[in-house]
């Protein structure tokens, strides 16, 4: 039976609302708010944001179907071709839903994907002449796709058809200016259904539905697709990051407003001139299970290059500290449940009726467990915990029960570290941070991983373990 502790997570108010009622600025009057449900726009059932993708999919499908048929070239050849494309449109972000529609912004990266399925083509099977026609046509039949796609899309957008219902943080006038383009411009499928903590001005179209402290419920509940996070106040922002926090797991768009727009580098979406910053739901199930096929195939692997290894180090305990070469204890993971992680014992065991420590201790510690610990030798056994799905290769590290509730209430951002599974080591691992060292420092950056998180973060992160480790500096 599965064993959790108590996350005592940050406490987020959702009841600054006066009743259950929305306020709409521009008459004045009150909405109830069951006429805010049902929101969420869908076709045929499916959301906008899956017809859209299903759309620009089924084009360039189509794209490449009429290129193989013109080039009258080799099918497996072309197949392959085609595969690669559509694998590396979806890598570059274009299958992602966007505000502004423009296939010629896309250009590049169409013509991109398309030259990295020339050169697959020619490396595997060796057709560069028929792959370079095809690559050449599917490239300008993909752009003419995404112009003809693009307008059929706009053109439902502005019919109503296709959209995002989104809530509005803030009510300055740089918020009030973004309020009136959105309600001036359908095309980009954005319905601004209310504001959040707006006192100051009247954004048009949109009511008030709220504090910023109701924001998690209107997540949870499905009653917005996006939140735009406007110029609302520092203590609005610190407010909307811990709502986040508690719903990072509900896949919702987050633009965010810069604070100097007309210096913005970024890659931005935008609303008729006004840039918007999208805020990556990195963590979604596609992603998390091609990191949990890692996690598995890369554990496997080095349990099996590192048997001898661990069987010479098993052997050297056993001699050094008699019987019990595997430790085990108790930690938390992920979303709090307790699992038992495995060590290999590196220190003589605590006398009866002391308190447990925090950090290793030196005097319990021998010459074969400080080599082990220094070389993260001892670390070794938890790749079986990776395996049995305890823990990832790279995560947050775990802590024992009794910390992991002292912190959370010393530190009200250590909690939000188990909203991901747990990791063999970590960025706040590699920047230094194990032992006895900053707690605030280690949920900052675990926290910074968490919504930081791509597999190439994750590649990053384990080449720096690896330096370390080869340079004793495990512990």
Not at 414 to 437: F, Q, S, W
Request: with cysteine; net charge positive.
């Amino acid at each position: 039976m599965s064993t959790h502790v108590e996350l005592r997570l940050p406490r987020v108010d959702v009841g600054g609302m006066v009743g259950d009622v929305t306020v709409d600025v521009a008459s004045g009057g009150t909405t109830p708010e069951s006429a805010v449900q049902g929101w969420r726009a869908t076709v045929f059932g499916l959301r906008s944001a899956s017809v859209e993708s299903g759309i620009r999919l089924g084009v360039d499908v189509v794209a490449l179907a009429l290129t193989i048929a013109v080039v009258h070239a080799d099918l497996t050849t072309h197949v392959l071709w085609a595969t690669v494309v559509l694998a590396s449109l979806g890598a570059l972000g274009l299958y992602e839903r966007r505000l502004r529609l423009s296939a010629l912004d896309e250009v590049p990266a169409i013509l991109f994907a398309s030259a990295i399925g020339l050169v697959a083509t020619s490396v595997v099977l060796d057709h560069l002449r028929q792959g370079f026609r095809a690559a050449v046509l599917g490239g300008l039949l993909l752009i003419v796709g995404r112009m003809v796609g693009y307008a059929v899309l706009r053109s439902w957008r502005r019919h109503g058809l296709l959209h995002v219902d989104a809530v509005l943080i803030g009510g300055g006038s740089r918020a009030a200016d973004l309020a009136t383009r959105i309600s001036q411009h359908p095309e980009t499928g954005l319905r601004l259904r209310g504001v959040l903590g707006a006192h100051s001005h009247r954004l048009p179209g949109a009511a008030i539905i709220g504090d910023v402290a109701d924001l998690p419920r209107l997540i949870a509940s499905g009653e917005v697709d996006a939140v735009i996070i406007g110029d609302g106040s520092s203590e609005e922002e610190r407010r909307v990051l811990e709502a986040l926090r508690h719903c990072s797991a509900v896949r919702t768009e987050i633009f965010v407003l810069p604070r100097l727009p007309e210096f913005s580098t970024l890659p931005v979406d935008q609303v008729w001139g006004v840039p918007l910053e999208r805020l990556r739901q990195r963590r979604s199930r596609e992603r998390m299970a091609i990191k949990r096929f890692a996690d598995v195939t890369i554990a496997s692997a080095a349990l099996f290059l590192v048997g001898p290894l661990l069987g010479i180090a098993a052997l050297a305990v056993r001699l050094e500290l008699g019987p019990g070469v595997i430790y085990r204890q108790e930690r938390v993971g992920l979303n709090g449940r307790q699992f038992q992680l495995l060590k290999l014992r590196s220190m003589r065991p605590q006398p009866v009726g002391t308190s447990s420590e925090w950090a290793a201790n030196a005097d319990r510690t021998g010459r074969v467990g400080a080599f082990i610990r220094r070389y993260s030798i001892d670390e070794l056994p938890q790749l079986v915990n990776v395996i049995r799905g305890d823990m990832s290769l790279v995560g947050p590290r775990p802590e024992r029960p009794e910390y992991v509730d002292k912190f959370g209430h010393e530190f009200p951002s250590y909690c939000y570290r188990h909203r991901v599974m747990v990791g063999l080591t970590g960025l706040a691992a590699v920047e230094g941070l194990r032992g006895d060292t900053s707690i605030a420092d280690r949920a900052y950056f675990d926290n910074w991983y968490i919504e930081h998180w791509s597999l190439w973060l994750d590649v990053k992160i384990m080449v720096r373990t690896a330096s370390a480790l080869l340079n004793g500096t495990g512990h």
